[in-house]
């Protein structure tokens, strides 16, 4: 049977509320929004940091934030592909639709790596703009949140001053703290590591750290047992110091490889939440630094 | 908490609600939804449904093989209203499904309908046909599904399909015009079904799986069937529909 007329009740689309409601798809969107934001904001985060965000489902309990909710927050670059778009369809909430104010996409303000030479379903789960986990490098919490922050003011004009000066004492403290992560993690550089997911690519930018191999034979294909004995035996040649996998990651291709090669696991925090200490943005890269400063000593 | 109400109409092409004589656009058959959703913690999500369709075929046709052992084409016209309930049911360590998760999934349908039976449209049968009377029937079935992803990439699944026996009123038997035997379809019996599959996703894109079912769908015959099935898909990364 073809639907000839398809009519959505959307009970939840009442007028907003006093404070700006941000649906943010990851942790570290949620927490940005949260510093510019304070009190005049009520953010709801879609995912914690130990869900991959590749691999989400459109949940009814999603679908009904997303329809009362001003400001769409989203990383863009295809990382939330598999389940954004029907959340925004379902939603049948206008503000947020891709090309509306009220939709954000935070990789747009930043500049993006690992774009790829060809698109090929044959190389994995490829994006077409580039590398889409841009949140391991803070220097990109710079360049989102000055384009954030006008984004807010835009939506919410009245509590335009609040949004301003909560911003440019968040930058502020960001810049300082950026000066103190790079003094600490000076020894990082051209350090060579292996990891789970191509999901380093924008902190070992900013670090200079070097990757020599992911356990994923492709993005987004799980390891397999001869891709593993593969990255074994290249270990032995390229020296790394440790594996990295991110908090979301299995335990066990990370904990395989460690055992074989006598490498240090590092597990990372990847975003807010994903380890006790990464309690918000700040305490995110302080426990990131920390962790990967422990395999040199 | 999630909650969705719809009302959807459409035409008259397909069962139940077959009309042959309107083959065109317009309001011939229609439905109302209500869906509510919501997570249990983490790890937990849900949701439920209610839906009612109706409709009125008109001359919807079937064969059928008479107590002569002739094919007969038999016809109804009236009402049918179908109910559905539905329920899903998804459970993930942490709400991360990449390594293990489960999901239940089920539905539940009851079809009532009342009208007029056609015996032997065309007048082949040995009764000699067409032959008319009062009709009504109320059957209900569910299926009920598990599905475990034990590993990345790795699932096995179990589901059990059933109809109950139809409770009808066949005024062409019930008067004496027709014997039951003259219309073996409508006879009761109970269809079921039990499958089991196993499938292995190399990629989001890619899907092996072994099916193995037990199909006893026709009344007196068992039939065991095995499946290979390799799915793929080209093109752009569809979203997950919950």
Not at chain 1, 69 to 74: C, E, G
Not at chain 1, 247 to 255: D, T
Not at chain 2, 187 to 196: C, D, E, V
Request: charge should be neutral.
């Amino acid at each position: 049977m073809k639907r000839a007329l398809l009519i959505l009740l959307a009970l939840a689309a009442m007028p907003a509320a006093a404070a700006l409601k941000v649906f943010a798809t990851v942790p570290e969107w949620g927490a940005l929004a949260q510093e510019i934001g304070g009190d005049q904001v009520q953010v709801f985060t879609a995912t914690t940091a130990l869900q991959d965000a590749h691999r989400i489902d459109a949940k009814p309990s999603l679908i009904a934030r997303a329809r009362s909710a001003d400001l769409l927050l989203a990383t863009g670059a295809e990382l939330e592909t598999g389940w954004l778009p029907v959340v925004q369809r379902e939603a049948g909430n206008s503000r947020i639709q891709s090309g509306q104010a009220g939709y954000f996409e935070a990789a747009r303000y930043v500049a993006m790596l690992d774009i790829p030479a060809r698109l090929d379903r044959a190389d994995g789960d490829v994006h077409a703009g580039g590398n889409p986990h841009i949140q391991p490098d803070p220097r990109n919490f710079l360049k989102v949140g000055e384009a954030l922050v006008q984004r807010m003011k835009e939506l919410d004009p009245v509590n335009a001053a609040g949004y301003d000066s909560r911003w440019r004492a968040f930058a502020e403290r960001w810049r300082a703290n950026l000066l103190r992560w790079e003094k600490a993690a000076a020894p990082l550089k051209g350090v060579a590591v292996i990891t789970q997911h191509k999901a380093w690519t924008y902190l070992f930018d900013w670090l200079g750290m070097r990757e020599v191999g992911t356990l994923e034979p492709k993005p987004g294909v799980e390891p397999t047992v001869a891709h593993l004995a593969q990255v074994r035996q290249q270990a032995a040649s390229s020296h790394p110091r440790m594996v990295i996998r991110a908090a979301y990651n299995s335990a066990r291709p990370a904990e395989w490889l460690s055992a074989e090669a006598k490498l240090p696991i590092v597990v990372l925090p990847f975003t807010v939440g994903g380890t006790p200490e990464a309690k918000d943005l700040t305490s995110l890269f302080d426990d990131t630094v920390a962790r990967l400063l422990v395999p040199l000593k | 908490m999630f909650l969705e109400l719809g009302a959807e109409f459409g035409r008259a092409r397909s069962f139940p609600a077959n009309d042959a004589e309107r083959n065109k656009n317009g309001l011939m058959s229609g439905s109302l939804f209500a869906h509510v959703g919501d997570d249990v913690g983490i790890a937990n999500s849900w949701r439920a449904g209610a839906s009612w369709f109706a409709s009125e075929p008109r001359d919807r046709t079937y064969d059928d093989v008479d107590s002569s052992n002739t094919l007969v084409t038999n016809s109804f016209s009236g009402r049918s209203n179908t109910t559905v309930l539905d329920f899903v049911w998804k459970w993930a360590p942490e709400g991360n499904a990449t390594e293990r998760n489960f999901k239940f999934q089920g539905e539940w349908f009851r079809r009532h309908e009342s009208g007029r039976l056609t015996y032997d449209i065309d007048g082949v049968g040995a009764p000699g046909g067409p032959l008319s009377d009062s009709f009504s029937s109320t059957q209900t079935g569910f299926y009920a599904q598990g599905v475990w992803q034990f590993m990345p990439a790795w699932r096995v699944g179990y589901r059990y399909d059933q109809l109950e026996n139809a409770n009808t009123a066949i005024g062409l038997v019930d008067r004496g015009t027709l014997a039951a035997s003259d219309l073996p379809i409508l006879r009761g019996y109970t269809p079921q079904r039990n499958t089991a599959m196993l499938d292995w996703s190399p990629s989001e894109f890619s899907r092996i799986r072994l099916q193995l079912a037990r199909d006893q769908t026709r009344p007196g015959v068992t039939d065991d069937q095995v499946w290979v099935h390799y799915i793929m898909s080209l093109g752009a990364h569809g979203a997950h529909k919950f």
